[in-house]
């Protein structure tokens, strides 16, 4: 699909005459530049992830209204609203397509970014997502105490933190932190703020990272030779 852009190009000049009184023969000249006219097309290229459909697990019960979309599984329930040019169909396969209604840059961009929202929504429903993370240096240790989860990172204090609601938190041998739940984002925010404390450093990877993280090593200063 392609859009058109048109933009004046100013080319060359052309000379125009007005003619006055011609028993007199008075011709007076004047100077008008030429505009041209030259369209530009734009290519809107279809998004890859968003033109993929949803699977619905048979456990999640759908709500859609115009462009409120909710979802409601067996770990909670979540909601979004899409833009106007975003649309929620269903199919009948039950099948969960998201389209575009208008044919713009802006459109292909939100897309892919809504189709993988209400996946997130849908996937997260019925079967959650969880994110991991270790603890590395000595003495580091982390547990879970009632609604909170305390943290020693060497600082002179403990640090705790309260866990959010809809969330869990379970800690294995006091150094591998697991947090899931329903909503991705809030998963992804909390496990943020945890490796934020002590984010771990370049030279030993000394800190809190993802178990997926791999953390950048650099070398150490060498001393002064004598």
């Given at each position: 699909?392609?859009?058109s852009?048109?933009?004046?190009?100013q080319s060359?000049y052309?000379?125009?005459?007005f003619?006055?009184?011609?028993?007199?023969?008075?011709?007076?000249?004047a100077?008008?530049?030429?505009?041209?006219?030259?369209?530009?097309?734009?290519?809107?290229?279809?998004?890859?992830?968003?033109?993929q459909?949803i699977?619905?697990?048979?456990?999640?019960?759908?709500t859609?209204?115009?462009?409120?979309?909710?979802?409601?599984?067996?770990?909670?329930?979540?909601?979004?609203?899409y833009?106007?040019?975003i649309m929620?169909?269903k199919e009948?396969?039950?099948?969960?397509?998201v389209?575009?209604t208008v044919?713009?840059?802006?459109?292909?961009?939100?897309?892919?970014?809504?189709?993988t929202l209400?996946d997130?929504?849908?996937?997260?429903?019925?079967?959650?997502f969880?994110?991991?993370l270790q603890?590395?240096?000595t003495?580091?240790?982390?547990?879970?105490?009632?609604?909170?989860?305390?943290?020693?990172?060497g600082?002179?204090?403990?640090?705790?933190?309260?866990?959010?609601?809809?969330?869990?938190?379970?800690v294995?041998?006091?150094t591998?932190?697991t947090?899931?739940g329903y909503?991705?984002?809030?998963?992804?925010?909390?496990?943020?703020?945890?490796?934020k404390?002590?984010?771990?450093?370049?030279?030993?990877g000394?800190?809190?990272k993802?178990?997926?993280?791999?953390?950048?090593?650099?070398e150490g200063?060498?001393?002064?030779?004598?």
């Amino acid at each position: 699909m392609s859009a058109s852009i048109s933009a004046p190009v100013q080319s060359s000049y052309l000379r125009c005459s007005f003619l006055g009184d011609a028993n007199k023969i008075r011709v007076s000249w004047a100077s008008a530049p030429r505009v041209a006219v030259v369209r530009r097309t734009v290519e809107c290229k279809e998004s890859r992830i968003g033109k993929q459909p949803i699977v619905v697990p048979s456990n999640v019960t759908l709500t859609m209204d115009g462009q409120y979309f909710k979802a409601k599984g067996p770990l909670g329930e979540l909601d979004l609203t899409y833009p106007r040019e975003i649309m929620l169909d269903k199919e009948e396969s039950g099948a969960l397509r998201v389209r575009k209604t208008v044919e713009t840059r802006r459109a292909n961009q939100m897309h892919g970014l809504f189709r993988t929202l209400t996946d997130n929504i849908v996937v997260g429903v019925s079967k959650g997502f969880e994110k991991k993370l270790q603890l590395i240096g000595t003495g580091y240790r982390a547990t879970v105490e009632g609604k909170d989860i305390v943290l020693n990172l060497g600082f002179s204090h403990l640090v705790k933190m309260e866990i959010p609601p809809g969330l869990q938190v379970k800690v294995e041998e006091n150094t591998r932190i697991t947090v899931s739940g329903y909503d991705k984002s809030e998963i992804g925010q909390f496990a943020a703020s945890i490796r934020k404390w002590r984010p771990p450093e370049p030279y030993k990877g000394k800190g809190v990272k993802y178990a997926d993280e791999v953390v950048r090593r650099k070398e150490g200063k060498a001393g002064k030779k004598k």
